[in-house]
Protein backbone atom coordinates (compact mmCIF):
# COMPACT_ATOMS: atom_id res chain seq x y z
CA UNK A 1 0.00 0.00 0.00
CA UNK A 2 0.93 3.62 -0.58
CA UNK A 3 1.98 5.51 2.52
CA UNK A 4 0.68 9.02 1.94
CA UNK A 5 3.31 12.06 2.11
CA UNK A 6 4.35 12.72 5.07
CA UNK A 7 2.06 10.06 7.01
CA UNK A 8 4.24 8.55 10.21
CA UNK A 9 6.13 5.39 9.15
CA UNK A 10 4.81 3.84 12.40
CA UNK A 11 1.52 4.58 11.92
CA UNK A 12 -0.39 1.89 8.83
CA UNK A 13 -2.38 4.63 6.46
CA UNK A 14 -5.62 2.91 6.95
CA UNK A 15 -9.02 4.02 8.23
CA UNK A 16 -9.90 3.27 11.56
CA UNK A 17 -12.62 2.15 13.50
CA UNK A 18 -13.15 5.01 15.66
CA UNK A 19 -16.31 6.86 15.81
CA UNK A 20 -16.37 10.63 14.03
CA UNK A 21 -15.04 13.17 16.14
CA UNK A 22 -12.85 10.87 18.41
CA UNK A 23 -9.88 11.82 20.05
CA UNK A 24 -8.23 8.12 19.50
CA UNK A 25 -6.96 8.48 15.85
CA UNK A 26 -4.89 12.06 16.92
CA UNK A 27 -3.63 10.50 19.69
CA UNK A 28 -2.45 7.38 17.60
CA UNK A 29 -0.68 9.95 15.24
CA UNK A 30 0.64 12.31 17.83
CA UNK A 31 2.29 8.66 19.39
CA UNK A 32 3.21 7.22 15.62
CA UNK A 33 5.26 10.60 15.08
CA UNK A 34 7.41 10.80 18.69
CA UNK A 35 8.33 7.30 17.72
CA UNK A 36 9.23 8.30 14.27
CA UNK A 37 11.47 11.09 15.52
CA UNK A 38 13.32 9.45 17.85
CA UNK A 39 14.10 6.44 15.46
CA UNK A 40 12.67 3.14 17.90
CA UNK A 41 10.05 1.71 15.43
CA UNK A 42 11.86 -1.72 15.30
CA UNK A 43 11.71 -1.79 19.71
CA UNK A 44 8.26 -0.06 20.34
CA UNK A 45 5.65 -2.05 21.99
CA UNK A 46 2.04 -0.38 22.53
CA UNK A 47 0.40 -2.47 25.33
CA UNK A 48 -3.64 -2.41 24.62
CA UNK A 49 -6.32 -3.41 26.54
CA UNK A 50 -9.74 -3.96 26.49
CA UNK A 51 -12.21 -0.87 25.38
CA UNK A 52 -11.90 1.42 22.71
CA UNK A 53 -7.78 1.17 23.03
CA UNK A 54 -8.15 -3.00 21.93
CA UNK A 55 -8.21 -1.87 18.37
CA UNK A 56 -5.00 0.21 18.59
CA UNK A 57 -2.87 -2.73 17.28
CA UNK A 58 -4.72 -2.57 13.85
CA UNK A 59 -3.03 1.15 13.63
CA UNK A 60 0.30 0.95 15.21
CA UNK A 61 2.78 -0.36 12.48
CA UNK A 62 5.36 -1.85 15.00
CA UNK A 63 4.64 -4.78 18.51
CA UNK A 64 1.86 -5.10 20.19
CA UNK A 65 0.63 -6.96 23.22
CA UNK A 66 -2.71 -7.29 24.12
CA UNK A 67 -3.45 -7.75 27.82
CA UNK A 68 -6.92 -8.21 29.89
CA UNK A 69 -9.08 -5.52 30.92
CA UNK A 70 -7.02 -3.33 33.88
CA UNK A 71 -4.30 -5.35 33.82
CA UNK A 72 -1.92 -3.00 31.23
CA UNK A 73 1.05 -1.88 33.89
CA UNK A 74 1.21 -5.72 34.97
CA UNK A 75 2.07 -6.68 31.24
CA UNK A 76 3.90 -4.04 30.72
CA UNK A 77 5.81 -4.09 33.83
CA UNK A 78 6.94 -7.76 32.42
CA UNK A 79 7.53 -6.87 28.57
CA UNK A 80 10.17 -3.86 29.81
CA UNK A 81 12.02 -6.25 32.63
CA UNK A 82 12.29 -8.67 29.79
CA UNK A 83 12.77 -6.01 27.12
CA UNK A 84 14.52 -2.81 28.95
CA UNK A 85 15.80 -1.62 25.99
CA UNK A 86 12.74 -1.17 24.40
CA UNK A 87 9.81 1.65 24.30
CA UNK A 88 7.18 0.77 26.05
CA UNK A 89 4.07 1.86 25.66
CA UNK A 90 0.78 1.33 27.78
CA UNK A 91 -2.14 3.10 25.98
CA UNK A 92 -5.28 3.21 28.09
CA UNK A 93 -8.71 4.71 28.57
CA UNK A 94 -10.32 5.75 31.99
CA UNK A 95 -12.52 2.76 32.39
CA UNK A 96 -9.53 0.53 32.47
CA UNK A 97 -7.01 2.54 33.74
CA UNK A 98 -8.54 4.38 37.05
CA UNK A 99 -11.66 1.89 37.47
CA UNK A 100 -10.78 -1.74 36.86
CA UNK A 101 -7.23 -1.05 36.71
CA UNK A 102 -6.56 1.48 40.00
CA UNK A 103 -4.27 -0.97 41.93
CA UNK A 104 -2.19 -1.98 38.91
CA UNK A 105 -1.23 1.60 37.55
CA UNK A 106 -1.14 2.72 41.17
CA UNK A 107 1.23 0.38 42.28
CA UNK A 108 3.18 0.26 39.13
CA UNK A 109 4.07 3.80 39.35
CA UNK A 110 5.09 3.36 42.60
CA UNK A 111 8.00 0.83 41.87
CA UNK A 112 9.02 3.44 39.40
CA UNK A 113 8.54 0.52 36.56
CA UNK A 114 10.13 2.03 33.39
CA UNK A 115 7.35 2.76 30.63
CA UNK A 116 5.08 5.23 29.74
CA UNK A 117 1.52 5.38 30.13
CA UNK A 118 -0.91 6.93 27.63
CA UNK A 119 -4.15 7.89 29.73
CA UNK A 120 -6.91 8.76 27.67
CA UNK A 121 -9.68 10.32 29.39
CA UNK A 122 -12.89 10.86 27.88
CA UNK A 123 -14.59 11.42 31.15
CA UNK A 124 -17.12 8.28 30.17
CA UNK A 125 -16.79 4.46 29.17
CA UNK A 126 -16.64 4.39 25.81
CA UNK A 127 -16.80 0.87 23.55
CA UNK A 128 -19.34 -0.44 26.67
CA UNK A 129 -22.36 1.99 26.30
CA UNK A 130 -21.43 5.15 27.78
CA UNK A 131 -21.59 4.34 31.83
CA UNK A 132 -20.30 6.74 34.11
CA UNK A 133 -16.78 6.60 34.65
CA UNK A 134 -14.17 7.59 37.89
CA UNK A 135 -13.47 10.19 35.59
CA UNK A 136 -16.69 11.63 34.48
CA UNK A 137 -17.77 15.49 35.49
CA UNK A 138 -20.10 16.40 38.06
CA UNK A 139 -23.42 16.58 36.45
CA UNK A 140 -22.17 15.03 33.37
CA UNK A 141 -24.55 12.76 32.22
CA UNK A 142 -23.91 9.24 31.10
CA UNK A 143 -26.16 5.76 30.85
CA UNK A 144 -26.29 5.14 34.50
CA UNK A 145 -26.35 8.37 35.64
CA UNK A 146 -28.88 9.39 33.09
CA UNK A 147 -29.70 12.43 35.53
CA UNK A 148 -26.01 13.48 35.69
CA UNK A 149 -23.24 12.77 38.49
CA UNK A 150 -24.31 13.33 41.99
CA UNK A 151 -21.95 12.73 44.27
CA UNK A 152 -23.98 13.66 47.30
CA UNK A 153 -27.38 13.11 46.94
CA UNK A 154 -27.17 9.67 44.25
CA UNK A 155 -23.78 9.00 46.21
CA UNK A 156 -21.82 8.44 43.02
CA UNK A 157 -18.30 9.76 44.46
CA UNK A 158 -16.18 12.41 42.99
CA UNK A 159 -14.21 12.68 40.18
CA UNK A 160 -10.93 11.04 40.28
CA UNK A 161 -7.62 13.32 39.20
CA UNK A 162 -5.43 10.36 38.01
CA UNK A 163 -2.48 12.48 37.41
CA UNK A 164 -2.73 14.87 40.28
CA UNK A 165 -2.49 11.25 42.64
CA UNK A 166 -0.23 9.79 40.99
CA UNK A 167 2.17 12.24 41.10
CA UNK A 168 1.97 12.06 44.56
CA UNK A 169 3.83 8.40 44.15
CA UNK A 170 7.88 8.07 44.88
CA UNK A 171 7.93 5.91 41.37
CA UNK A 172 6.73 8.30 39.43
CA UNK A 173 9.23 10.95 37.42
CA UNK A 174 7.36 12.56 34.82
CA UNK A 175 3.61 13.31 34.93
CA UNK A 176 1.33 15.82 32.27
CA UNK A 177 -2.05 16.46 31.25
CA UNK A 178 -2.43 17.69 27.67
CA UNK A 179 -5.65 17.59 25.37
CA UNK A 180 -6.70 17.49 21.44
CA UNK A 181 -9.54 19.52 21.69
CA UNK A 182 -7.34 22.11 19.68
CA UNK A 183 -4.55 22.58 17.14
CA UNK A 184 -2.36 24.16 19.95
CA UNK A 185 -3.20 21.41 22.58
CA UNK A 186 -2.15 19.27 20.37
CA UNK A 187 0.88 20.28 19.33
CA UNK A 188 1.88 20.23 23.26
CA UNK A 189 0.75 16.76 23.79
CA UNK A 190 2.89 15.75 21.29
CA UNK A 191 5.51 17.46 23.11
CA UNK A 192 4.69 15.73 26.72
CA UNK A 193 4.49 12.53 24.80
CA UNK A 194 7.48 13.01 23.32
CA UNK A 195 9.51 14.03 26.81
CA UNK A 196 8.18 10.80 28.44
CA UNK A 197 9.01 8.95 25.42
CA UNK A 198 12.71 10.27 25.58
CA UNK A 199 13.02 9.92 29.66
CA UNK A 200 11.94 6.00 29.12
CA UNK A 201 14.39 5.64 26.82
CA UNK A 202 17.39 7.00 29.52
CA UNK A 203 16.03 4.72 31.95
CA UNK A 204 14.21 7.20 34.29
CA UNK A 205 11.07 5.97 36.53
CA UNK A 206 7.37 5.69 35.52
CA UNK A 207 6.02 8.64 33.24
CA UNK A 208 2.59 9.02 32.14
CA UNK A 209 0.99 11.55 29.72
CA UNK A 210 -2.98 12.20 30.10
CA UNK A 211 -4.88 13.15 27.31
CA UNK A 212 -8.11 14.44 27.70
CA UNK A 213 -9.96 13.40 24.38
CA UNK A 214 -13.87 13.75 23.54
CA UNK A 215 -16.30 11.16 23.04
CA UNK A 216 -18.87 12.97 20.69
CA UNK A 217 -21.12 9.28 20.63
CA UNK A 218 -21.69 8.72 24.60
CA UNK A 219 -21.89 12.49 24.88
CA UNK A 220 -24.41 12.48 22.62
CA UNK A 221 -22.87 15.59 20.88
CA UNK A 222 -21.57 16.57 17.28
CA UNK A 223 -17.93 16.82 17.07
CA UNK A 224 -17.28 20.46 17.07
CA UNK A 225 -19.89 20.15 20.34
CA UNK A 226 -17.21 17.79 21.93
CA UNK A 227 -14.46 19.64 21.12
CA UNK A 228 -15.72 22.73 22.09
CA UNK A 229 -16.96 20.74 25.36
CA UNK A 230 -13.24 19.56 26.58
CA UNK A 231 -12.42 23.26 26.78
CA UNK A 232 -15.41 24.56 28.21
CA UNK A 233 -15.76 21.86 31.26
CA UNK A 234 -13.32 19.33 30.88
CA UNK A 235 -10.38 21.43 30.94
CA UNK A 236 -11.17 23.97 33.82
CA UNK A 237 -11.17 20.70 36.00
CA UNK A 238 -8.36 18.96 34.42
CA UNK A 239 -5.82 21.29 34.47
CA UNK A 240 -3.57 20.96 31.35
CA UNK A 241 0.53 21.32 31.62
CA UNK A 242 2.89 19.46 33.55
CA UNK A 243 1.52 17.92 36.78
CA UNK A 244 5.21 16.55 38.22
CA UNK A 245 8.60 17.10 36.40
CA UNK A 246 11.69 14.94 38.35
CA UNK A 247 13.55 15.03 34.69
CA UNK A 248 17.06 16.45 34.40
CA UNK A 249 17.37 17.05 30.54
CA UNK A 250 20.20 14.83 28.67
CA UNK A 251 20.65 12.75 32.43
CA UNK A 252 18.89 11.19 34.82
CA UNK A 253 16.23 12.29 37.25
Given amino acids: MEVVYGHPKSL ?3 QTKYCPGCGHGAIHRLIAEA ?18 SIWADLYFDFDSVQVPHGRTPAGAT ?23 GTAEIVHAANRGEKFTTI ?21 QKATTAPHGRDPDGAGMGYPI ?35 AFEAQLRGIGFTMVEILS ?8 SPPQAADWVAS ?16 EGGGA
Avoid at 187 to 194: F, G, S
Fill in 12 to 14: KPI
Fill in 214 to 221: PCPTNWQM
Fill in 35 to 52: VDELGVQDRAIIMNPVGC
Fill in 119 to 139: FVNNAIYGMTGGQMAPTTLVG
Fill in 233 to 248: DMIPFYRLGEIKNELV
Fill in 161 to 195: RVSEMLATLGGTKYIARGSVDSAINVRKTKHYIKR
Fill in 78 to 100: GVKRMRPDHLVICYQGDGDLAAI
